[in-house]
C-alpha cells in the first residue's frame, strides 16, 4: 500500500506557472508507475500524464503536450507535475496516483491522492 498527498495547487494566471507535488508513503515508491489525472466539473476524470519507475519512459496527453511535463524524485518519494502557460480549460481537480503497470487509463492505477484544485483564471 502507498499513500499519496498532493500539494501545490491554487489560482494561477493564464500563461503563468504552478509545479505541482505528490508525495508518496507507504511501500517502496520506486516500484510504481505514477499518473497525474485531472477531473473538470461534469466531466470524466482524464489522463494527463505517466512516468516509470525509472524516469525514462514519459507519456503526456495531447491537451498538455509541451506546456506541462510529469517528473519524479525516487530520492524524495516524490512526483511533479509542472503547469506551464496554463489554460482556463485546465481548470480542474489534479490526482496523483500509482500503478504497477505503465499505462494511460485511470483503472489500472490503485492508488490516489486526495486531490488538489487548479483554477486558471484568464
Known amino acids: 500500500q502507498v499513500q499519496l498527498v498532493e500539494s501545490g495547487g491554487g489560482l494561477v494566471q493564464a500563461g503563468g506557472s504552478l509545479r505541482l507535488s505528490c508525495a508518496a508513503s507507504?511501500?517502496?515508491?520506486?516500484?510504481?508507475?505514477m499518473g497525474w489525472f485531472r477531473q473538470a466539473p461534469g466531466k470524466e476524470r482524464e489522463f494527463v500524464a505517466a512516468?516509470?519507475?525509472?524516469?525514462?519512459?514519459?507519456s503526456h496527453s495531447d491537451s498538455v503536450k509541451g506546456r506541462f511535463t510529469i517528473s519524479r524524485s525516487n530520492a524524495k518519494n516524490t512526483v511533479y507535475l509542472q503547469m506551464n502557460s496554463p489554460k482556463p480549460e485546465d481548470t480542474a481537480v489534479y490526482y496523483c496516483?500509482?500503478?504497477?503497470?505503465?499505462?494511460?487509463?485511470?483503472?489500472?492505477?490503485?492508488?490516489w491522492g486526495q486531490g488538489t484544485q487548479v483554477t486558471v483564471s484568464s
Open positions: 496516483a500509482a500503478a504497477n503497470t505503465y499505462s494511460r487509463t485511470a483503472s489500472s492505477y490503485a492508488y
Open positions: 507507504g511501500r517502496t515508491f520506486t516500484s510504481y508507475v
Open positions: 512516468i516509470s519507475w525509472s524516469g525514462t519512459g514519459i
